[in-house]
């Protein structure tokens, strides 16, 4: 849990002076500013964070070394990452995303049901997007206390207390 975790993504430019349109993944958006430096996935840009003023689904922002318009379209798409020490530790019963993707999935009886493929949130709530174990087909079970009683990153497993139906 060492490696660095995505916060956020840059939507293109905005304006013709280098700014960018930043989308923020932190629960509190602004302060994707406060881990800068961020780096790309790849490692190989690294930028400090200035936001400008916040826009629709995002903010604008001025990233280290980016002064012109073509620079800031070509990191359209470019996922920034944040190393995992400059991020706030949490408490017992929240967790990144991050380190949930690839825990295998148990049921309440110990049968494997799958593994983590993703973590997704469309507005009501964190989903886990599970991959199954017998096949290539994906399951969304609700990130909740009752279908997910257990998550024990130290062992790298989940429980899950699945709604009836749901893994057939």
Known sequence: MSEP???G???GAFGVRGEVRLKS???DPQDIARYSPLLTEDGTGRFTVHITRQINNG????LSGITTKEQADALRGTQLFAERSQLPSLPDDEFYHADLVDLTVLDTGGAELGRVKAVQ???AGD???IQIQSGSATVLLPFTK???PTVDLATGRIIADPPDGLFE
Do not use: D, Q
């Not at 903010?59 to 001025?62: I, K, T, V």
């Open 5 to 7: 975790v995505c916060v």
């Open 9 to 11: 993504v840059i939507a």
């Open 25 to 27: 993944f932190t629960a």
């Open 59 to 62: 903010f604008s922002a001025r």
């Open 121 to 123: 949130n469309h507005g």
């Open 127 to 129: 989903l886990l997007e």
């Open 146 to 148: 009752a279908a997910v």
